[in-house]
């Protein structure tokens, strides 16, 4: 049997799904999630594999995350949909809409261009390793134990949401954190090479992130005829928390489009 990716769904209307980064998860989304349910969305936040609250698994790649998509959307008989992904969900996006152009209406990125991304979340995967799981006491004492190895507070705050306490009460991390430290060069990984997607396409970058640069417009456009690239202004990488009333605005407007 197929096994479902772990979702909540906010509102009625158009469908909007939404994929979140890497070692995020689907609660990073939902105050942006509640405002596109206002505006008659019915937004599917979704923990992807080895994420949040869905199911883990050793395998894990592009090819098999747009596929957990396609079963998702399925499972709840979706025919087509608009999608929100960034960063590593963006990859999936990508994907998805490559290999099922016709399920996509709409497709957002954020934050991330079709190609390939050396491992650069080493500091991170260490960090977290570190962290002595099996005494750990509050969330306090994680973020003191990863502050040797994470200087930015608001990153270990990102990643100590992820800490929750399972059925013997004792603190855990929800995401898979031993597949992903494996996996880290397929998480850099591009779409396949040949692929692409003529439908209506939005790339939103960070004007302080470096994942998404002028030189990457070429590849954008290869893969994505149909792409407009915009910049969310004072926004890093996290853009959709760090400029969350721009992203709304500038999403909106896309999804309006006719």
Avoid at 40 to 45: A, R, Y
Wanted: with cysteine; aromatic share 10%.
């Amino acid at each position: 049997m197929k096994q479902i990716l772990h979702s909540v769904i906010l509102g009625q209307g158009k469908p909007l799904c939404i994929l979140h980064g890497f070692l995020g998860m689907l609660d990073n989304w939902k105050t942006l999630g509640a405002q596109y349910a206002e505006h008659s969305f019915c937004v599917h936040l979704i923990d992807q594999r080895n994420h949040g609250k869905s199911f883990h698994s050793p395998d894990f790649n592009y090819d098999i995350l747009a596929n957990d998509f396609l079963n998702y959307l399925d499972a709840h008989n979706i025919e087509s949909t608009a999608i929100i992904g960034h960063s590593m969900g963006g990859k999936t996006a990508m994907q998805f809409a490559c290999s099922h152009p016709e399920r996509v209406n709409q497709l957002l990125i954020a934050d991330i261009a079709p190609k390939y991304y050396p491992p650069h979340h080493q500091d991170i995967i260490n960090g977290l390793n570190a962290i002595d799981t099996t005494n750990l006491k509050s969330r306090k004492d994680a973020d003191e134990q990863l502050k040797i190895h994470l200087s930015n507070p608001g990153i270990r705050q990102f990643l100590l949401k992820n800490l929750d306490r399972d059925e013997n009460k004792k603190l855990r991390f929800k995401f898979n954190l031993e597949v992903l430290s494996e996996k880290m060069e397929d998480i850099g990984d591009n779409i396949n090479s040949t692929d692409s997607f003529d439908g209506p396409t939005l790339f939103l970058r960070g004007d302080k992130s470096e994942y998404v640069t002028q030189n990457d417009f070429e590849i954008i456009h290869r893969h994505f005829p149909k792409a407009s690239v915009e910049t969310i202004d004072n926004a890093g990488h996290w853009l959709h928390a760090e400029n969350p009333k721009q992203f709304f605005k500038k999403s909106l407007n896309f999804f309006n489009r006719d």
